[in-house]
C-alpha cells in the first residue's frame, strides 16, 4: 500500500462546475500538507500549503485537511478549461523536509 | 517564493553517455531536493543536497549513479551518469526556503536512445 494514495482520473467536469480533489495517507507523522498543479511538459506549482487540521482558502480554491481521518482535499470553484492539468498531493512530517507525493489526478474543465 | 532556473530544459542523449543538469535559485536556500518523474508518474525523491555536506540519497538511488554537487547556497548539480532508456525522465530541482513549502523547477526533460 502507498503511503498517499490518489485517484489517477481522468476527471472531467464543465467548465464552471466545482472540481474535488482527494487525497488518503497512512502516516500520522505528516503535518504539512501541499497541492500542486502541473501542466503538461512544466513543473509543478504550487497551489496550497497547509499545516495541520483545517481549512484554508485562496481565491477559487480551498484546501481540506482532516488529519482524524487522514484525508485531504482541494475544490476549485467556477472551474475553467484554464485548470484542466495534472493535480498532485504532497504531504511531510517536519517544515522543509521532503515531500511524499501522491500519484496525480488528471483533471480536465470542457468549455 | 524561489525562483529557480534549470539546464538543460531538454536532451536527446546516447546510451551509456553521463549528462549535468544545472539549479540555479535567486536566493540562497539550504535545502535543495532533486526528483525525478518518469512518464506518467508522480514524483520520486532522488537525493536530499545540503550545502557543506555529501547528499542524503533515497532507497533506490546511488551516488555513483546520480552524482550530486552543492558548491554553494544558490546552485546545484545532478549528473545522470552511464545512461540507459530506463533513465528518460523529467529530473526536477526544488528548494524549500524553510518556510515548508517546496518550489519546483520547470525540469530538465532527458529521452535516453
Known amino acids: 500500500q502507498k503511503e498517499v494514495e490518489q485517484d489517477p482520473g481522468p476527471l472531467s467536469v464543465p467548465e464552471g462546475a466545482i472540481v474535488s480533489l482527494n487525497c488518503t495517507y497512512s502516516?500520522?507523522?505528516?503535518?504539512?500538507f501541499m497541492w500542486y498543479r502541473q501542466y503538461s511538459r512544466k513543473g509543478p506549482e504550487l497551489l496550497m500549503y497547509?499545516?495541520?487540521?483545517g481549512n484554508k482558502e485562496d481565491g477559487r480554491f480551498t484546501a481540506q485537511v482532516d488529519k482524524s481521518s487522514k484525508y485531504i482535499s482541494l475544490f476549485i470553484r467556477d472551474s475553467q478549461p484554464s485548470d484542466s492539468a495534472t493535480y498532485l498531493c504532497?504531504?511531510?512530517?517536519?517544515?522543509?523536509?521532503?515531500?511524499?507525493f501522491g500519484g496525480g489526478t488528471r483533471v480536465l474543465v470542457k468549455p | 517564493s524561489a525562483v529557480i532556473s534549470q539546464k538543460p530544459s531538454r536532451d536527446i542523449c546516447q546510451r551509456g553517455t553521463s549528462l549535468t543538469i544545472q539549479c540555479q535559485v535567486d536566493?540562497?536556500?539550504?535545502?535543495m531536493f532533486w526528483y525525478r518523474q518518469q512518464p506518467g508518474q508522480s514524483l520520486t525523491l532522488i537525493a536530499t543536497?545540503?550545502?557543506?555536506?555529501?547528499?542524503?540519497?533515497e532507497s533506490g538511488f546511488v551516488i555513483d549513479k546520480f552524482p550530486i554537487s552543492r558548491p554553494n547556497l544558490t546552485f546545484s548539480t545532478l549528473t545522470v551518469s552511464n545512461m540507459s532508456p530506463e533513465d528518460s525522465s523529467i529530473y526536477l530541482c526544488?528548494?524549500?526556503?524553510?518556510?515548508?513549502?517546496?518550489?519546483f523547477g520547470e525540469g530538465s526533460r532527458l529521452t535516453v536512445l
Open positions: 502516516n500520522s507523522a505528516f503535518q504539512y
Open positions: 504532497a504531504m511531510s512530517g517536519a517544515a522543509g523536509n521532503k515531500l511524499t
Open positions: 536566493s540562497q536556500v539550504t535545502m
Open positions: 543536497a545540503n550545502q557543506g555536506s555529501e547528499a542524503t540519497y
Open positions: 497547509t499545516y495541520s487540521s
Open positions: 526544488s528548494v524549500s526556503p524553510n518556510t515548508g513549502e517546496l518550489f
